[in-house]
Each structure stands twice: as C-alpha cells, then as structure tokens.
C-alpha cells in the first residue's frame, strides 16, 4: 500500500484502533427520521438510517416506538464507541408533531434537553439547546421522509434525553447558562474515540506519513470544521491533514524533531486561546479559556477599559470575541499571533514557519496570523 493510500485524517482515525461511536444529534436525528416516517406510514423503520454530513449511512436501532393522533416517539440509545462519553448508552427521544402548512420545522426542548439562559452560544438565548447541525440534519431527514411519503414537512421536533439533567451535572452546561439538561450536539454525527496515547501515536504517524509523501506543508486542525477551512484556505491534500484535536503540544512537539517548511494551526477561537495563553493541552476538562488574558490582549488592541472589564466576564470565549466585533477590536487576529507565537516558543528554533487561523463555530474565519 502506498504512503498517499495510507495517510491523511481518515487513516490516521483508523490507526487509533478505537472504534467510534454516534453523536447525540446523530441519535436524535435517527429518532426523529423514524417518528416522521410513522406518523406518515404508519409504520416504524427499525432499524433506522440516516445519512451524516460525510456521507455515511448507519442504521439506528429503536428502543421506543410510540404512535397516536397527530405525533409520533422514537427513541434510540447512544452508543459512543469507545470513547468515555458521559452520555454512552443515554436514550435519545424525539417526539415529532404535525403542524398547519407553511409552519415550518419547529424545535422544543424536552426533559433532559437544556435550554440557553446566556449569550455567547451558537444558539439565542430561551433556544433549546440542540446546535445547528443538528437542527439541519434533522431538517434535512424531515424534508426527505415528506418527499418519500408525500407530506408537507410542517412539524414540531420535541428532543428529550432520559435522566439528561442528571448527565448534564457532568458536562460544562451549567457553568455556560444551559440549564435543564444537555445539549444535542455533533457536526459530522461521529465520536471519534478519545484515547492520549492512541491519538498522540496517530498525530506522530500522520507527520511521518505526510513528509514521506513529500508534502512540506501540514495543517493540524481541532476537528472537522477547522479541516474544511484549511482545506479552502490552501487547498491542502487529505494527507496533509492532521487531526490535531486537542493535543496541540503533541504536534508542536513532534514537528519540532520532525520538521515541515510550514504548520497551519487551525480551530475554534476558544480553543486556539488557551494556545495562545500557554496551554498545549486545549482539552475543556484541563485548561479554560482565560478571559482576563482575552481582555489584556484585547487592550492591546485598542479594548477600553470598560470593554476589557466586560470580556473579563464574558460567558463564554465567542462572547468576549463578539464583544470585541462590535467594538472593531481585532481580538481574533490577537489571538492567532499570540497562538503562533507560543507555538514558535514550543518549536524552539526548529526550521518550520507557523501560521495560525480562527474561525467561529461555522467555520468563518475570525482571526488570522501571517507565517512567521
């Protein structure tokens, strides 16, 4: 097998030797999928397929089926691989409404489902906590089961998590104002199986798949968004991608004995903070976003007083960084020289120049470096 066979994200997935398990949005979709169908036929598809944003097709086993006038139930239980998932085996209900023609797809929060108190999110505030893509994949199954078995596509999704308020206990939620359950999450509808060494291994093996391929150029990338970016960027081979995730230090690292001409650094604004305020680890459980750091840079950019005391307790990272839009402060760009310049640090004088990009949860460009 050749090294171009062997390399990029999907092989270095494959070399972690985990298997991968399936987002709640991918469950809650799947549900959903399945109470549409019903309401419709009659009948409940079991199992349940549905197609994710790459193009896989799995097949959801139903754990609830219930049918009556005008609203169907489905739920599905989640299976989260291999990875320590503190929502593995939670059951996933969607409880899908007809409404009048023309009313759209309307989303509802049922129990175990958070809804958004603070600004910050990707989501407005008294929205249920079930994130875009998500909501579009759902979107997009109920537009295709209406095309199959002639119905208008007018309905209520109501996404429920049994024991979700407890789980949610365990995650991030409350400290971020989502209050009353967990959030449907998910942007390719795959858990890639979260390991330190079995990923940290896959990183090293990407670097060395890449240079042996004779690409100079690599990106590490926190996840699929991010990839995208890069890609469009600088239309970089697959094989040139590494799926950094987390471990930005491993890459820094590895490239600094391993050296490329060039390192992209690309992923989320929050996430590319904690590099820029020091932290190789971007893991949400290890470092934070430090927000009186965003609000000394945010001086730097011409921040008033006023303004820096506003990001100091902003809720989130992206809500110290809209601030900032408003204002016309190039925290984003701050933010990736700071980045850049603390990979540099970790590089030691290693011959690679390194670039940094930000993007927002959509993946548009919030921040960006030149290659230095």
């Known amino acids: 097998m050749s090294s171009e066979a062997q390399g990029g994200r999907t ?11 399936w987002t709640t949005g ?40 219930e049918l009556g006038d005008g609203r169907a139930t489905a739920g599905v239980v989640k299976d989260a691989g291999d990875d320590p998932d503190v929502t593995h085996g939670a059951l996933v209900r969607s409880t899908v409404r ?9 989303f509802k929060a049922g129990p175990g489902v958070g809804t958004v108190t603070l600004p910050g999110l990707p989501l407005e505030v008294g929205e249920p906590a079930i994130n875009p893509v998500p909501r579009q994949m ?29 789980i949610a206990r365990f995650t991030w939620n409350i400290r971020l104002g989502i209050l009353g359950g967990i959030s ?51 239309g970089l081979p697959e094989i040139a991608l ?36 020091g932290h190789l680890d971007l893991h949400s459980g290890r470092s934070q976003v430090d927000k009186p750091f965003l609000a000394r840079l945010a001086r730097q950019g011409g921040a008033s007083e006023e303004l820096a005391a506003d990001i ?21 760009d ?11 640090s970790v590089l030691r004088g290693a011959p690679v120049a390194v670039d940094v990009i930000c993007i927002d949860r959509a993946g548009a460009v919030v921040g960006r470096s030149d290659p230095r």
């Not at 199954?141 to 996404?159: C, L």
């Not at 050296?259 to 989320?268: A, F, Q, Y």
């Open 26 to 65: 991918a469950c809650a979709t799947a549900a959903t999928t399945a109470a549409y169908t019903a309401l419709l036929t009659g009948e409940f598809p079991d199992p349940v397929t549905i197609t994710l944003p790459k193009g896989q097709t799995p097949a959801f086993a139903l754990a609830v089926e």
């Open 312 to 332: 100091e307790v902003a809720n989130t990272g992206l809500a110290a960084l809209q601030l900032c839009m408003a204002a016309g402060v190039p925290l984003g």
């Open 138 to 166: 759902m979107r997009d199954h109920i537009a295709r089961v209406a095309a199959e078995h002639g119905g208008t596509g007018d309905v209520e999704i109501t996404v429920s998590v049994d024991d979700g308020e407890e």
């Open 184 to 234: 449907i999450l998910g942007t390719t509808g795959i858990v890639v199986p979260y390991s330190c060494s079995a990923w940290i291994d896959s990183i090293r093996r990407g670097v060395d798949v890449a240079l042996a391929a004779g690409h100079r150029h690599v990106a590490g990338c926190t996840g699929s968004t991010s990839e995208k970016t890069v890609v469009a960027e600088y």
């Open 334 to 344: 701050l933010v990736a020289v700071a980045a850049r310049d603390e990979a540099l």
């Open 98 to 106: 007809l409404l009048p023609a023309g009313s759209g797809v309307v």
């Open 11 to 21: 092989a270095q997935l494959k070399h972690t030797g985990l298997r991968p398990g």
């Open 242 to 277: 590494l799926d950094m995730g987390d471990f930005a230090g491993a890459v820094l690292k590895y490239v600094r004995r391993h050296p490329v001409e060039r390192l992209t650094i690309c992923g989320g604004f929050a996430k590319l903070s904690k590099l820029a305020a």
